[in-house]
């Protein structure tokens, strides 16, 4: 099983989300229901751990920022 992070979908601007981690088999659908409180929920897609090495790498640099892109 593995272990996922859901968030709560806001009724409105003001009402922050609040995040769940929920374990899940992998072929099992995304949930849109919190299974226990019933609040809509989304999965949230996080990046991954990934081989870094340093010096560039073909196409670009090794050093990325996931809310801007790649730079260098």
Do not use: K
């Amino acid at each position: 099983m593995i272990t996922y992070v859901y968030e709560t979908i806001p009724t409105s601007p003001q009402e922050p989300h609040r995040y769940y981690e929920i374990q899940r088999r992998m072929n099992e659908a995304p949930l849109t229901v919190h299974p226990e409180t019933g609040e809509p929920i989304r999965r949230v897609v996080l990046g991954g751990f990934g081989l870094l090495s340093s010096g560039l790498r073909r196409g670009g640099s090794s050093c990325c920022d996931p809310r801007s892109g790649c730079c260098g």
